[in-house]
């Protein structure tokens, strides 16, 4: 009677396999997931340092004469912009508004 019980616990070399081949698939899976989420992170990244520069090149010349505030509320639109298109696409993932 041990000896049944014994040989109900042991694992054949097929079902080992397929737990290993299982895991392999749910690895693969998972490291796919994190490379999206790297170039995401990535591509926010630039688009937060290119938001940064516009706010800054803003910043400097807001009282400066070279721009004029015409000039000044164009960027800020087009920063505007940018960013809602951002916010919709990239961070919201809305892909039809209508």
Do not use: P
């Not at 616990?9 to 994190?34: S, W």
């Amino acid at each position: 009677m041990n000896e049944n019980k014994q040989n109900e616990k042991e694992i054949t070399d097929g079902e080992v396999y397929n737990m290993a081949e299982h895991l392999k698939e749910l690895y693969d899976k998972k490291e796919a997931e994190l490379e999206k989420f790297k170039e995401e992170n990535l591509d926010l990244k630039k688009v937060i340092m290119s938001c940064y520069g516009t706010i800054r090149l803003l910043d400097q010349q807001w009282n400066n004469i070279l721009l004029d505030r015409d000039t000044n509320n164009y960027i800020l639109e087009a920063l505007r912009s940018y960013l809602s298109n951002v916010v919709e696409y990239e961070i919201l993932h809305i892909e039809n508004i209508l």
